[in-house]
C-alpha cells in the first residue's frame, strides 16, 4: 500500500484525467475531494460510492482509498496539514451556541458509508466556494490567504449543517447512547421491534443515519450487537433453564425450533441441544 507525505500546510489543485493517478493509497493528510465535473466510483477503506458532479468525499489520514475512473472526471484536490488545520479545530456559531470540531467530518462513518445528498442551493454553495478557492490558490498570500480560509469554513460548516437536518433530532449523541442501548436490551426478545427500520422510526432518524452513527459510537454494526447480545441471552437461557428448544425458541420470537437453532449454530458453530448437553457434563 502507497503511502504519501506532504509537508506544504495547504494544497489546493485540479486534475482532469481518464484514469486516476495514484494507486489504492493513505496518506499523512487530510483531503477534500471534490468532483467538478465526471462519472465513477470512490473507494475509501472497505465501501464503494458512485461520484458524479457536485460529489464531495472527505478522506482521513488513516483512510485507504482512491478512485476508479469511469467516464472523464475533473477532480479538485484540497490537501492540508494539522499545521493548517490547527487554525480549524472549532467552528463557532455562536447565534446557536453551537461549537464542532471540522475533523469530525473526516472521521465521519455516514459520510464515508453514504455520502453527501445535497439539495440543489448547497451544492451550488460548495461550487462556488471550491471555484473560490482555485482562483485565490495562487494568490502572493499562498496558504495564508483569508478567501481560501473562510471558503474551507463555508463548505465544512455547509456538511456540518447537512448532518445536523438529515439527523431530524439530536437524540443520538453521547448523552443519549444509554437511551438506545436500553432500546434494544428491552426488546431482545422481539425481533420485530429489533429491525432497523422499527429503531429508526422509534428515534426519529433516517435508518441510513442511525446505522452510521451506531457502528461509530460503538465499532461494531448494529446487526452484530443485536445478534451478539442475543447469543448470550440464548445461552444463559439454555443453561440456567429447563425450557425446551422450542419454548426457548418462542420467547426470542424465532419462527419455529428449527429456525432457532440454525441461528444458534450459525453464530456458534454448535447447536443448542448439543452446547446444552456439552454444558451439563461440564458441571
Not at 419455529?256 to 456458534?268: E, L, R, V
Request: proline fraction near 3%; avoid cysteine; charge should be negative.
Amino acid at each position: 500500500m502507497k503511502h504519501f507525505k506532504q509537508y506544504t500546510p495547504l494544497v489546493i489543485e485540479e486534475l482532469s484525467a481518464n484514469s486516476f493517478h495514484y494507486p489504492p493509497h493513505h496518506q499523512t493528510y487530510y483531503e477534500l475531494v471534490y468532483i467538478h465535473k465526471g462519472i465513477g466510483v470512490s473507494h475509501i477503506n472497505t465501501t464503494y460510492l458512485p461520484y458524479h458532479e457536485g460529489d464531495l468525499f472527505f478522506v482521513a489520514p488513516e483512510d485507504n482509498h482512491y478512485f476508479e475512473v469511469q467516464e472523464y472526471t475533473t477532480f479538485v484536490f484540497v490537501k492540508f496539514t494539522n499545521e493548517y488545520i490547527r487554525n480549524l479545530q472549532t467552528i463557532n456559531f455562536p447565534w446557536q451556541q453551537q461549537i464542532f470540531n471540522p475533523l469530525s467530518l473526516f472521521k465521519n462513518v455516514y459520510l464515508k458509508e453514504q455520502g453527501l445528498q445535497l439539495n440543489a442551493s448547497e451544492k451550488h454553495r460548495l461550487k462556488n466556494s471550491v471555484q473560490d478557492m482555485l482562483q485565490n490558490k495562487d494568490s502572493d498570500n499562498g496558504v495564508n490567504s483569508l478567501v481560501v480560509y473562510f471558503q474551507l469554513q463555508v463548505i465544512l460548516s455547509t456538511v456540518h449543517e447537512y448532518l445536523e437536518r438529515i439527523s431530524k433530532t439530536h437524540v443520538l449523541n453521547e448523552n443519549n447512547n444509554v437511551q438506545v442501548i436500553n432500546y434494544i436490551h428491552q426488546n431482545i426478545y422481539d425481533p420485530e421491534m429489533l429491525r432497523i427500520s422499527k429503531v429508526a422510526e422509534h428515534f426519529n432518524i433516517s435508518e441510513q443515519y442511525f446505522s452510521a452513527w451506531f457502528k461509530q459510537v460503538y465499532k461494531i454494526s448494529f446487526k452484530n450487537y443485536i445478534d451478539h447480545y442475543r447469543i448470550e441471552h440464548l445461552k444463559n437461557r439454555l443453561l440456567h433453564s429447563s425450557a425446551s428448544i422450542q419454548s426457548i425458541a418462542d420467547e426470542f420470537g424465532f419462527s419455529d425450533s428449527s429456525h432457532f437453532s440454525n441461528y444458534f449454530y450459525k453464530h456458534t458453530q454448535i447447536r443448542p441441544v448439543s452446547y446444552r448437553k456439552e454444558a451439563l457434563k461440564m458441571e
